[in-house]
């Protein structure tokens, strides 16, 4: 059974939002994103590596939100962006072309953020990732996500996300994704 949906921003869908230690819990958060984002066994078992390898990154950071009992219903991690890591070197051609480079430097990357379908809807991934960029060093942030109209593009419009690209083919994906950025702190509704 489900929380009920409440009013406090600490604990959306009745859930708990804190650390967590992603390298532990990889494949418990792994099974959130697979059903939230669709990902087959052969893509999890690869994701699985670079989550590991991303935490040991400087400045990465994860954050979790968990039911009653401890159960992983949603994720978020991040890290201080980085021009030598792939994602970088892959839209940096796509920012450049925009005049929009400069997000590279300077900005803190949300890496990942999942919600469980049946806590999505309820204030969660608001909540990770305004908690987690309310903690980074960075003046800006910038993230990359599905190029659709869709919940998650306006959420992030809404937290003051704005298009720095459009159309950024990933190798590894089938569909063209955004990249977008957004000055720190997030904005409130």
Do not use: K
Not at 70 to 84: C, H, K, Q, T
Not at 156 to 168: E, I, M, S, W
């Amino acid at each position: 059974m489900l929380p009920t949906p409440g009013l406090d921003p600490d604990r959306p869908a009745g859930l708990r939002i804190g650390p967590l230690d992603l390298a532990a819990r990889v494949d418990e958060a792994l099974r959130v994103q697979a059903v939230a984002f669709g990902l087959s066994q052969e893509e999890v078992g690869i994701r699985r590596w670079i989550v590991q390898r991303h935490m040991t990154c400087p400045g990465a950071r994860a954050l979790g939100a968990y039911t009653d009992d401890g159960a992983l219903a949603g994720f978020v991690y991040g890290m201080p962006n980085d021009r030598a890591h792939w994602w970088s070197t892959i839209v940096e051609p796509y920012l450049r072309s925009g005049g929009h480079e400069d997000w590279l430097d300077g900005s803190f990357v949300i890496t990942e953020l999942h919600v469980h379908p049946g806590f999505q809807g309820h204030g969660v991934g608001r909540a990770l990732i305004t908690r987690i960029t309310d903690g980074a060093a960075e003046q800006r942030s910038i993230l990359s996500a599905v190029d659709t109209d869709s919940p998650a593009r306006g959420l992030y419009r809404a937290l003051g996300y704005t298009d720095l690209a459009r159309r950024v083919h990933f190798p590894s994906a089938s569909l063209p994704y955004a990249v977008m950025g957004a000055p720190l702190p997030l904005r409130r509704p």
